[in-house]
C-alpha cells in the first residue's frame, strides 16, 4: 500500500459510530428546522422558505420522531390550532447546533469560491437575463483573459433568493415583492434597485363588469381572478389577503406561467375573468408588443401597499468582502455602473415583461 494512502487512512482514526437517523439528517432539514423555530410555525415556515406547508410539516414530523429515537425527546411540540409550536430543550439545542453546521458550511463554501475565483454562476429570470448580459458584456474580455469559466443559469421567480442563500449561484438578477416605500434589502442580501413598480389586472370582462380602474386592493375579492399558484404575484396576494388568500378570492384559474394566462383570457373558452401581471406586462399589452387575437384591456390597481422590486442581489456583505479583482467583484461593478446610467428606464420599463 502506498505511503500516502496508508497516511490517509491513519490520520484521523476509524468513523465514529453515527446513528442510522443521524445520518438520514439532512441540511434542507436543519434549514426547516430554522425556519420553523424563526417563524413559529410550519405555515410560517413555508411561506418563508416558499414551500407548501405539507412539505414543511413532513420534514418536521420526521425530525421529530428521528430524535425521539435517538435523544429520548421530540425537538417540537404542538400546542393547538394557530398557535406557535413549543421547542423542547433538545430542540432549542439543536437549533443551535443547525445553526452553526449551515453557518460553518456557507463561510467555508465562501472562502473555497473566494480563494478559487475560477467560476462565476450567476441566476436570472427568463425577463431579467437582457440585465446581466449587459452588465457582463461589460467585463467579459477580463473573465475571457484570465479563464474565469462563467455560468448563467434560469431561475424561477419563486426560488431567486432561495437558490442565493444556498450558494447555488453567486448573484441573481430577478424581481421580490416588498412592502411599498420599503427597506429594498431582502433579508440576507444587498441589492443593486434596479426598479420598482406596481401590479395591474389584464382582462377580457367588459367595462360594466370592471371598469376601466384603477381599482382599489379591497374590490379584488369581486373579480373573477387568473391567478399563479406560486411566485411573485402570489406574494403580493398574501401580503394583501394574508396565507388563506385563496378562501377569500374568486379564483377563475390557476395558472404557471403568464403566456399561458394570456392565451387562456384570448382563448374562445368561455372563461371570464382578470389576471394579475406587473404594470410592465400590462404596459406591453397596451401597446400591442404581446401578441395579438382577442384583444384585453388592462386596469391598473390603486391603493397597494406591496411593490415590485427589480434587481441584482448579492449574499449580504459578501461583495465587500471580496478582493477587487474577484470576478464577482467586477460583475457587481459592473452592474451598478450600468444602474447609475439610468439602465432601468431605458430598458426595464419598456421590456415587454417590465423586468419580472
Not at 12 to 40: I, K
Not at 254 to 266: N, Q, S, T
Not at 326 to 343: F, I, K, V
Amino acid at each position: 500500500m502506498p505511503a500516502s494512502a496508508r497516511t490517509r487512512r491513519t490520520r484521523r482514526g476509524p468513523l465514529p459510530s453515527t446513528p442510522a437517523p443521524l445520518l438520514d439528517t439532512t441540511l434542507d432539514q436543519l434549514r426547516t428546522l430554522l425556519a420553523v423555530h424563526a417563524t413559529g410555525t410550519a405555515l410560517g415556515a413555508a411561506r418563508y422558505l416558499r414551500r407548501e406547508q405539507s412539505s414543511v410539516q413532513k420534514q418536521l414530523d420526521t425530525l421529530n420522531r428521528n430524535f425521539q429515537e435517538m435523544c429520548g425527546e421530540p425537538l417540537v411540540l404542538k400546542q393547538g390550532r394557530g398557535k406557535d409550536v413549543l421547542f423542547t430543550g433538545t430542540g432549542e439545542v439543536l437549533v443551535e447546533m443547525a445553526e452553526a453546521t449551515l453557518g460553518e458550511w456557507s463561510d467555508t463554501i465562501r472562502d473555497l469560491r473566494s480563494k478559487s475565483a475560477g467560476t462565476l454562476t450567476v441566476g436570472a429570470t427568463r425577463y431579467t437575463l437582457g440585465i446581466v448580459a449587459d452588465a457582463i458584456a461589460d467585463i467579459e474580455d477580463e473573465l475571457a483573459d484570465r479563464g474565469i469559466d462563467l455560468k448563467v443559469d434560469h431561475i424561477r421567480t419563486r426560488d431567486l433568493l432561495s437558490r442565493l442563500a444556498g450558494n447555488q449561484v453567486d448573484l441573481v438578477c430577478g424581481s421580490v415583492a416588498i412592502r411599498a416605500g420599503g427597506d429594498a434589502a431582502p433579508d440576507g442580501c444587498d441589492v443593486l434597485e434596479l426598479a420598482r413598480g406596481g401590479l395591474s389586472l389584464l382582462t377580457n370582462l367588459p367595462a360594466d363588469r370592471l371598469p376601466d380602474g384603477p381599482i382599489p386592493v379591497g374590490a379584488l375579492p369581486d373579480v373573477p381572478l387568473v391567478v399563479p399558484s406560486d411566485g411573485l404575484i402570489a406574494d403580493f396576494l398574501r401580503g394583501w389577503f394574508g396565507p388563506g388568500y385563496a378562501e377569500r378570492l374568486t379564483i377563475a384559474a390557476e395558472i404557471d406561467a403568464v403566456p399561458f394566462g394570456l392565451e387562456l383570457l384570448r382563448s374562445r373558452l368561455p372563461l371570464h375573468g382578470a389576471m394579475l401581471v406587473t404594470e410592465g406586462i400590462a404596459d406591453a399589452v397596451r401597446d400591442g408588443r404581446l401578441g395579438g387575437g382577442t384583444p384585453l384591456r388592462a386596469v391598473d390597481i390603486a391603493d397597494s401597499d406591496w411593490e415590485v422590486l427589480v434587481g441584482v442581489f448579492a449574499r449580504k456583505g459578501e461583495i465587500d468582502r471580496l478582493p477587487a479583482g474577484h470576478p464577482l467583484h467586477l460583475l457587481w461593478h459592473a452592474a451598478a455602473r450600468r444602474a447609475d446610467r439610468g439602465y432601468p428606464a431605458r430598458d426595464i420599463r419598456e421590456s415587454p415583461t417590465g423586468g419580472i
